[in-house]
């Protein structure tokens, strides 16, 4: 399996700008994740879908980011627009609650850096 | 919710010597605790777990070790090599909550050669 698979994985972009993140999570997994890491705050829970439903938002900063799942092998994150503050790692991660449970398979991330 | 505390922050060790991780959680209901490692410009990997049914588990190497009354939870590095030299993260999960994880604040581990 090619694992999860993030894109693109560095992006810079300029303040006000619409950016996208996408995701392609492991082959038969039913949960998808999205992580923010920085140095300040650590590795964030932003979201997480299961069976293509977000399940819990919480951990979205504020109404500029938005999360979708139009299927099971593909997701985006959206920030519009976007602010300096918005830097940092963005993580996709996938599990499955049947073939072992709570296990979450990381991507390698896209580094954003809005200017 | 769920609160995961890590320590220390930053541990150096020389190469050969043991690394020991420690994790406190504040919900007794979690049962799940992940262990993983992060090089440099890469995503965290998952290394080893342990539920709450076993008190340790090992692989190679590496164990983790469970204590559900005091609600910590250690990583075990044995005979440290420099490729072990990276940022560790513990995690915790409720099983009510799905498969999300809370994820202590990291260690960066430095294995001097």
């Known amino acids: 399996d090619a694992g999860v698979i993030q894109s693109p994985r560095h992006e810079v972009t300029e303040m006000g700008q619409e950016v996208t993140l996408r995701c392609k999570p492991i082959s038969g997994h039913d949960y998808l994740f999205w992580y923010r890491q920085t140095m300040m705050r650590g590795l964030e829970l932003l979201i997480y879908f299961n069976n293509n439903v977000p399940i819990d938002d919480s951990g979205m900063p504020e109404d500029r980011f938005s999360a979708k799942m139009p299927n099971a092998s593909f997701s985006t994150l959206k920030i519009q627009p976007s602010e300096p503050r918005d830097s940092a790692v963005y993580f996709c991660?996938?599990?499955?609650?049947?073939?072992?449970?709570?296990?979450?398979?990381f991507g390698p991330g896209t580094r954003l850096t809005v200017t | 919710g769920e609160n995961v505390e890590q320590h220390p922050s930053t541990l150096s060790v020389q190469e050969g010597d043991s690394a020991v991780i420690k994790c406190t959680y504040s919900?007794?209901?979690?049962?799940?605790f992940p262990w993983y490692k992060q090089e440099l410009g890469k995503g965290p990997q998952l290394i080893i777990d342990?539920?709450?049914?076993?008190g340790e588990k090992k692989d190679q190497r590496i164990a983790v070790t469970l204590n559900k009354t005091a609600k910590h939870f250690s990583l075990h590095i044995t005979e440290t090599q420099p490729e072990d030299s990276a940022v560790y993260f513990c995690a915790a999960s409720i099983e009510a909550a799905g498969n999300k994880l809370t994820f202590g604040g990291g260690t960066r581990v430095l294995v001097k050669p």
């Open positions: 342990i539920r709450s049914n076993v």
């Open positions: 991660a996938s599990g499955s609650a049947v073939i072992v449970p709570y296990e979450q398979y």
């Open positions: 919900d007794s209901a979690s049962n799940y």
